[in-house]
């Protein structure tokens, strides 16, 4: 069982930069694929980043590319999503995801599954 904790949402006007971070419990966080999705209020989930379990290669929606970067720290737990020039329509809940297996990277960005999935953490772009 792995429990995901995110933290580092809020409010920031258009323009500003918020860093995203994702916790998980356990010992075998380095062997899951991690990701970030969001969902806006009346819309779909919507894939931000994914990341495989190495850290090794990355994936953005089409919408984030150039703006959010997805990093993690095997040694803390702890995956990142570091977003710039937010803009309102990123107005979001935030949620952390890990999936396990060979296919986990490929299952995040292509399949949306996921085996674990955070609370959401809330953010709030301002114009």
């Known amino acids: 069982q792995v429990q995901l904790v995110e933290s580092g949402g809020g409010l920031v006007q258009a323009g500003d930069s918020l860093r995203l971070s994702c916790t998980a419990s356990?010992?075998?966080?380095?062997?899951?694929?991690m990701g970030w999705f969001r969902q806006a209020p009346g819309k779909e989930r919507e894939f931000v980043a994914a990341i495989t379990s190495s850290g090794g290669s990355t994936a953005y929606g089409d919408s984030m590319k150039g703006r959010f970067t997805i990093s993690r720290d095997n040694a803390k737990n702890t995956v990142y999503l570091q977003m710039n020039s937010l803009k309102p329509e990123d107005t979001a809940v935030y949620y952390c995801?890990?999936?396990?297996?060979?296919?986990?990277?490929?299952?995040?960005?292509?399949?949306?599954?996921?085996?674990?999935w955070g609370q959401g953490t809330q953010v709030t772009v301002s114009s």
């Open positions: 995801a890990a999936k396990g297996g060979s296919l986990g990277f490929y299952s995040l960005r292509a399949l949306y599954q996921s085996d674990y």
């Open positions: 356990g010992r075998t966080f380095s062997t899951y694929a």
